[in-house]
């Protein structure tokens, strides 16, 4: 069975720095892509980054220049380091996973930026 793990969220204030990590377990080939999504309160999840198998990484406009998502493939780990953050980047991240057809999500890691 896959699993995912986030770690790394916590507050922080505006313009400090946060690297999210997500390891996935289990039986694991395949991969089509590792990466982020948020969700605010009140609001629908969004894409923030993803890493392609192919290395593309296409990110949410709100945090291109600022977010920077990347992989380590042998340890099954994607990474999200997250600079000049804003307190409208305050949301629960949700690590995802595709492979074999399959998506998976971690259940979320809170990230809070006070202003």
């Known amino acids: 069975q896959v699993q995912l793990v986030e770690s790394g969220g916590g507050l922080v204030q505006a313009g400090e720095s946060l690297r999210l990590s997500c390891a996935a377990s289990g039986t694991i080939s395949g991969i089509n892509f590792m990466g982020w999504y948020r969700q605010a309160p009140g609001k629908q999840r969004e894409l923030v980054a993803l890493?392609?198998?192919?290395?593309?990484?296409p990110y949410a406009d709100s945090v291109k220049g600022r977010f920077t998502v990347s992989r380590d493939n042998a340890k099954n780990t994607v990474y999200l380091q997250m600079n000049s953050l804003k307190p409208e980047d305050t949301a629960v991240y949700y690590c995802t996973m595709r492979a074999y057809g399959m998506t998976y999500w971690g259940k979320g890691t809170l990230v809070t930026v006070s202003s």
């Open positions: 890493i392609t198998s192919g290395g593309s990484t």
